[in-house]
């Protein structure tokens, strides 16, 4: 069984670059300074006003993996480090590689992939015209497909929902927190540190396969 981890990184647009009908759109409901703050740095939230700058992909039998990401301006060959391999490319080629990916996948898992990861991927694959090749939204209430740990992790809402470094944490699980954190990636990826971001990302990926590892073989399978 081909079981794929993935976890993806996103940076927003520059609110200034936005035409004024579209920042007025976004600001409408922004009444107080504060609120107005509090869009323009969430943009990278939010497929329409962000992009997917990194990709990491893992597979759970073999630990190899790859990373595809963004690069803008700089010309970086293909590298590896250990069983990752690092590819830069625009978003559209990194989707294209992801899709590629995913076509053969039997499972996929992530952490909190059904609220932020899978829609953004498909969302950003239609703004560039590329083709999906699985559904990576399927009805929630299966894991037959999709393992979205934090769901599994929560029991769907039945309990509080935690972070993944909080997860790694409790059970000691090695994670990339300490370095940089998801909200300091549109930082890095402004200040050109893009293979940064990318270990940032497969160091995400890795720590959600030994939680999902850990998942599987305790209450997983109940």
Request: aromatic share 12%; with cysteine.
């Amino acid at each position: 069984m081909k079981q794929l981890v993935f976890d993806i990184e996103t940076s927003g647009v520059s609110f200034d670059s936005l035409d004024h009908e579209t920042q007025e759109y976004l600001l409408k409901r922004a009444d107080t300074p504060e609120k107005i703050t509090k869009v323009k740095e969430e943009l990278n939230l939010y497929p329409l006003t962000g992009e997917v700058v990194a990709i990491g992909v893992l597979d759970v039998s073999t630990q190899r993996g790859s990373v595809y990401y963004q690069a803008p301006g700089r010309t970086i060959a293909p590298f590896e480090e250990g069983p990752t391999k690092y590819f830069a490319g625009s978003e559209a080629e990194c989707l294209q590689r992801f899709w590629a990916d995913c076509m053969d996948a039997d499972r996929i898992i992530t952490f909190n992939g059904r609220a932020f990861d899978c829609p953004w991927l498909l969302l950003r694959s239609l703004v560039h015209g590329v083709t999906a090749t699985r559904n990576l939204m399927p009805p929630r209430y299966t894991t037959n497909f999709h393992v979205d740990l934090a769901d599994q992790l929560a029991f769907y809402g039945a309990v509080r929902h935690y972070a993944l470094a909080f997860w790694c944490k409790t059970l000691g699980i090695p994670s990339s927190k300490g370095d940089i954190a998801g909200k300091d990636v549109p930082q890095c990826y402004n200040a050109g540190e893009y293979e940064r971001i990318a270990r940032y990302c497969m160091a995400d990926v890795r720590a959600t396969r030994e939680l999902f590892l850990k998942w599987n073989e305790t209450i997983g399978q109940l």
